[in-house]
């Protein structure tokens, strides 16, 4: 039975919830006689396949519009009494019997790599999807507009990028998109490397390390790529403003990002309570395994 106790267990904000989804997967607290068995996922039929009608004891919608990422459908939903087939439950890490017996078949720590796998993205996007892109048109566009005629002995207006400060901008976002990009490729290596690990020989070591990085790393590079994509577009002057420019839709799908996968502030917390724990290594006396050896 699928249960939401009150109107504030409401779930917010799932992407394709809205309108598009015929079944969720819902995290919920597994309660066998009264004793509550952890976190586990459920497989749940929200809509009917032939009318698309929202299934009895389903409640769900639209949020509606939004700042940006209006193509996703984030929506909303709770469930009163909703009974599943005890199949439903994904039972590859944690198995419960038709007698109702529970027993461990993995490691629950291994969900977390889900949301790690998201976090990860995150880093490789920025750079490499959302800020080149915005640093390409705002170089083309700097070679070609021409303003004003401050070069001596020439008729011609001064092509903008030709500025000390133009060009100091653009070489500053480009270079450091590249770098960006180069971290973002070095943090997916480590992320493959510790899933490897995880998936084929249950070894968890690199998990808290990998999850340091990927939570900081994820607030820095979001809260980055916005702001490099925003002084992109003022390289552009008012046509920058336009949407022609197509600033307006890298603008909208990189805003959610210092919001959601963990806000910013909260991630930029775990990041920095693992250099603590570190710390407190170094004042004990024991060696640091690299990238932290610089502690
Ligand atoms: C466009 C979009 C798409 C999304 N898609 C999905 C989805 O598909 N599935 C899904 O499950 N969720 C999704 N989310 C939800 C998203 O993950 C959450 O909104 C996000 O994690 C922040 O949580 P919250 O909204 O509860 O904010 P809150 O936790 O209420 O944060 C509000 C403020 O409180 C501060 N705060 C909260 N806790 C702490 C703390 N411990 N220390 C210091 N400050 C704190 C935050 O920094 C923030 O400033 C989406 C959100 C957005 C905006």
Not at 66 to 93: A, E
Request: proline residues 4%; glycine residues 8%.
């Amino acid at each position: 039975m699928i249960h939401t106790p009150s109107i504030t267990a409401t779930k917010y904000w799932p992407g394709d919830m809205g309108r598009f989804s015929s079944h969720a997967i819902v995290f919920a607290r597994l309660i066998i006689d009264d004793t509550d068995n952890g976190i586990q996922p459920f497989m749940v039929q929200l809509r009917d396949l032939d009318t698309w009608q929202i299934c009895r004891g389903v409640k769900c919608g639209d949020l509606g519009p939004k700042i940006g990422y209006q193509f996703k459908d984030n929506g909303w939903c709770s469930f009163d009494h909703v009974r599943i087939p005890r199949t439903d439950m994904l039972m590859g890490l944690c198995e419960v019997s038709k007698e109702g017996e529970i027993s461990l078949k993995g490691d629950p720590r291994t969900l977390y790599t889900v949301m790690m796998c998201i976090r990860m993205m995150i880093v490789r996007e920025m750079p490499n999807v959302f800020m080149v892109a915005a640093v390409r048109i705002a170089t083309r566009y700097c070679c070609v507009r021409r303003q004003f005629k401050t070069e001596q002995g020439s008729a011609d207006e001064r092509k903008v990028i030709d500025y000390q400060t133009t060009s100091h901008t653009i070489a500053k976002l480009l270079s450091r998109c590249m770098t960006m990009s180069v971290v973002g490729q070095w943090t997916c290596q480590e992320y493959d490397r510790m899933l490897n690990e995880v998936l084929h020989q249950r070894i968890f070591t690199r998990m808290d390390p990998c999850h340091h990085i990927l939570s900081g790393f994820k607030a820095l590079f979001s809260a980055q790529a916005l702001n490099d994509i925003e002084e992109a577009r003022r390289t552009c002057g008012g046509a920058g403003f336009q949407s022609y420019s197509g600033f307006t839709q890298i603008f909208a799908n990189v805003s959610p990002n210092p919001t959601y996968e963990g806000e910013n502030t909260v991630m930029l917390g775990q990041a920095s309570r693992y250099l603590v724990k570190q710390l407190k290594k170094v004042k004990d006396g024991k060696q640091l395994s690299f990238p932290f050896t610089y502690l």
